[in-house]
């Protein structure tokens, strides 16, 4: 069966109650080839551009999956042939998923920017969505305290902050977001040696992630900055100064 054919496959058997089989199809396009329609111009051209189908307020271009497929489309306008992983590099990063086979009964399949993303990034590196995220509720505080002791010897790192991921798929984990200074790969080596000390304090049978803070794109990073606080931050203020309304917030760095 050849990638195209996978994908179209998997396309007929994909429902809301299978999310085995969404991913399946999320595999199948990362290594198959996507005909997009082009609304405007020709492939290559400057003024060439995708069409766009907005669906709850949330923008898709439009795709077929083969060339068979482009026949019963009638699509009459200029198309460009991409490979899947490439498609999905281009889209996610302006928030824009794709819509594969619009002309199908019933619609097609609209694929979110969050899941073209994971497609891009690796999808063996980022966990299935939708996310159930919250503030965690596991007793690892001497976990906690290894990582300030740690982080406050790791010169590049500003702030720790953790959340508990739910994937679609897969097992729950706590996540640590890591806020450093300057680009991630910066202080990448020194953030790992520092992870790899503090784990020894995780409980067996406890997953942990780390998530990059400054990743605009990571649903877990983008969740953390709108609802938590760091549970460490370098540059904050000593706890005996803080503002009384400060120290009862989530997260705020206490003396362990």
Same mark, same amino acid.
């Given at each position: 069966?050849s990638a195209?054919? $996978?994908v179209?496959?998997l396309?007929?058997? &994909? !429902?809301?109650?299978r999310?085995d @089989?969404?991913?399946?199809l999320? %595999? /199948?396009?990362a290594?198959s080839?996507?005909?997009m329609?082009?609304w ?7 003024d060439?551009h995708?069409?766009?189908i907005?669906? $709850?307020?949330h923008?898709y271009?439009?795709c &077929? !999956?083969?060339g068979?497929?482009? @026949?019963?489309s009638g699509?009459? %306008? /200029?198309?460009e042939?991409?490979?899947?992983r490439?498609?999905a590099?281009?889209l996610y ?12 009964p019933g619609?097609?399949?609209g694929v979110?920017?969050?899941d ?8 063996d590196?980022?966990? /299935?969505?939708?996310l ?9 505080e001497s ?10 010897r790791?010169?590049v790192l500003r ?8 994937p ?8 640590i ?6 680009p991630?790969e910066n202080g990448?080596e020194?953030?790992r ?8 304090e ?5 997953a942990v ?8 794109y990571?649903p877990v990073a983008?969740?953390?900055r ?14 005996g100064r803080?503002p009384?309304g ?11």
């Amino acid at each position: 069966m050849s990638a195209g054919e $996978a994908v179209e496959e998997l396309l007929a058997r &994909v !429902t809301p109650d299978r999310l085995d @089989t969404y991913e399946a199809l999320l %595999r /199948a396009l990362a290594d198959s080839e996507l005909w997009m329609l082009l609304w405007q111009g020709d492939p290559g051209e400057p003024d060439a551009h995708y069409g766009g189908i907005e669906v $709850a307020g949330h923008g898709y271009a439009p795709c &077929v !999956t083969s060339g068979p497929e482009l @026949t019963a489309s009638g699509w009459n %306008r /200029a198309y460009e042939v991409v490979p899947g992983r490439d498609i999905a590099a281009a889209l996610y990063p302006d928030h824009w998923g794709l819509w594969l086979n619009p002309h199908a009964p019933g619609g097609g399949l609209g694929v979110p920017w969050l899941d073209l993303r994971r497609i891009a990034g690796g999808l063996d590196r980022l966990p /299935a969505g939708p996310l159930r995220i919250s503030e965690p509720s596991v007793g690892v505080e001497s976990f906690y305290a290894r990582l300030v002791a740690l982080g406050q010897r790791t010169p590049v790192l500003r702030a720790l902050w953790r959340a508990w991921v739910r994937p679609a798929l897969g097992v729950s984990y706590l996540a640590i977001g890591l806020d450093v200074d300057g680009p991630p790969e910066n202080g990448a080596e020194a953030v790992r040696a520092m992870m790899r000390e503090a784990i020894t304090e995780v409980p067996e049978g406890l997953a942990v992630g780390t998530v990059a803070m400054a990743d605009g794109y990571d649903p877990v990073a983008m969740w953390l900055r709108a609802n938590t606080r760091p549970f460490y931050e370098r540059d904050a203020p000593a706890l005996g100064r803080a503002p009384a309304g400060d120290r009862r917030g989530y997260g705020y760095p206490r003396a362990y």
